[in-house]
């Protein structure tokens, strides 16, 4: 008998849901939420109820796209942490509602560890022992991945993420929310070698992006008090400079930690994952250091519950199931 999957990813402003069976991802389901965009960040509150507006509509078109009646499913999967509280509790009640009415099992997943395993959703699929450098708006982290459900975090950021300093530039730079994608955009037009920002020296495999963040903000008021018009005139050699300082940031410390570790079968997850900066860096240092690299497409590298259903699979078979009493976490580590 097939094993069917329903997953539900809710940990911020994405509701997403998606059906597996037997190892395979069917159907993926994502309803963004435009409303935070007037507000320059994600309002905890409206995102909460904006998942309880779309979670069922959701829910109910993955299921048809899979073609499995929800009589079908062998378990129901929900990201249990990390992420804000109050979205996280519209999936998980949702979620466990669901299993109790059908009798099958619940799984908690861990949302970072999902983010990793969405390099398993299709080929070519990393070979263990792997590292992956996860980088989203809240996260940065180098993991040593040694099996589907045996990571270990080896370095981390000590205060802002990488997605947080790309939005952040962003802001400085007058650019609406979310500033990430549009500093990406710019940067393909511009010179990555017109404007150099300093690269923080922190020792071992952490990173820092405060100091950066602090130093594009000056560099900007002084070129701006001798010439207003001078972020507009020149945004994409500005965006491509910050990019490539943010990446080579990534990349040094990959590197490093590639060395110490010997392993040469290098991943990139997350938000942050879908630039095109990262990509093309992660091939060139690749071919440079002898890696075989691997990166998600660009639908599973933000949330989405795929990469879910994906966790929830190595679970499934490992037997790890979550009791009734699970209870979403807004920052718990894995």
């Known amino acids: ?145 040694e099996s589907p459900l045996s990571m270990k975090v080896i370095g981390e950021t000590l205060d802002d993420a990488a997605g947080e300093a790309f939005d952040k530039s962003a802001k400085l730079l007058g650019l609406p929310y979310p500033g990430g994608p549009l500093i990406d955009k710019y940067a393909q037009q511009g010179d990555a070698t017109r404007f150099k920002f300093p690269e923080p020296q922190i020792p071992g495999l952490n990173f820092s992006f405060s100091g950066l963040k602090t130093a594009i903000l000056y560099f900007l008021q002084e070129k701006q008090q001798s010439d207003p018009g001078f972020v507009q005139q020149n945004m ?49 240092y690749s071919e440079r250091h002898g890696w075989q690299y691997y990166i998600p497409k660009f639908e599973y590298c933000t949330d989405n519950a795929a990469m879910i259903a994906m966790t929830a699979w190595y679970k499934y078979q490992a037997g790890e199931f979550a009791g009734l009493d699970a209870v979403p976490s807004a920052r718990a580590a894995f």
């Open 1 to 145: 008998m097939a094993i069917h999957i329903l997953a539900i990813e809710s940990s911020c402003d994405e509701t997403s849901a998606a059906v597996l069976s037997d190892g395979k991802v069917f159907s993926n389901y994502i309803a963004n939420q435009t409303v935070h965009e007037q507000y320059g960040g994600v309002v905890p509150e409206l995102a909460s109820r904006a998942h309880q507006e779309n979670i069922v509509p959701v829910v109910d078109m993955a299921l048809r796209k899979a073609g499995v009646d929800r009589s079908e499913l062998s378990a129901i999967a929900f990201t249990q942490s990390p992420g804000l509280i109050g979205s996280l509790l519209v999936g998980n009640c949702f979620a466990k509602a669901m299993a109790l009415a059908l009798n099958i099992p619940l799984i908690a997943v861990h949302h970072m560890q999902a983010h990793v395993l969405a390099n398993f959703i299709e080929d070519p699929k990393p070979e263990f022992p792997f590292l992956c450098l996860t980088v989203s708006g809240g996260h940065t982290q180098i993991v040593l991945c």
């Open 236 to 284: 994409a050699d500005i965006c491509a400079s910050v990019q490539e300082r943010i990446v080579s940031i990534l990349m040094n410390k990959v590197v490093k930690a590639a060395k110490e570790t010997g392993i040469k079968h290098i991943a990139i997850a997350g938000g942050v994952s879908a630039n095109s900066g990262l990509r093309k860096a992660l091939q060139a």
